[in-house]
């Protein structure tokens, strides 16, 4: 069993998460995350190599999951999956009604990832960063289901 270590991304290490997005043609879009405070980045390391990461930020009562990446070759070992359960019990700790994230459309990988730690799709939108192919999904995890009850 491989042990992941997860730790709060610093601005010096971007050439590091650059480098586990290297298929991903519009990283320089995204790399505002990288840069602004109001963005926590975590990444996940295996025996001191970082092999993929996620980006959250807070809206109103809800974390959101705005970018999670694996490294193609770390994919299907369950470094996903922590990373979503830490963004999990982050929420859960600091007080959120739920996760949410989402995923493009033709990412089958993906919707299956969310929907084994118990999210549920519940919205659709037009990629705007995509080439106009693509759709998102977005996907939902009650955090704490007293603060929801009212939501429904």
């Not at 070759?73 to 999956?81: I, L, M």
């Given at each position: 069993m491989v042990k992941i270590a997860i730790y709060c991304f610093s601005e010096e290490s971007i050439s590091e998460i650059k480098h586990i997005c290297r298929d991903f043609k519009h990283f320089e879009c995204y790399s505002i995350y990288f840069k602004d405070p109001y963005y926590q980045v975590y990444v996940a390391s295996i025996k001191e190599k970082k092999v993929g990461f996620i980006v959250l930020s807070r809206h109103s009562y809800n974390l959101y999951g705005d970018f999670?990446?694996?490294?193609?070759?770390?994919?299907?070992?369950?470094?996903?999956?922590?990373?979503?359960?830490?963004?999990?019990?982050?929420?859960?700790?600091e007080g959120y009604r739920s996760f949410i994230g989402d995923t493009l459309s033709t990412n089958k990988k993906a919707q299956k990832l969310y929907e084994r730690i118990g999210a549920t799709k519940f919205g659709e939108f037009i990629n705007l960063y995509g080439e106009g192919k693509e759709k998102l999904y977005q996907y939902r995890i009650v955090i704490e289901e007293n603060l929801n009850k009212n939501l429904k």
């Open positions: 999670l990446w694996v490294d193609e070759d770390y994919r299907n070992g369950k470094v996903g999956t922590e990373l979503l359960q830490l963004a999990i019990e982050k929420g859960k700790k």
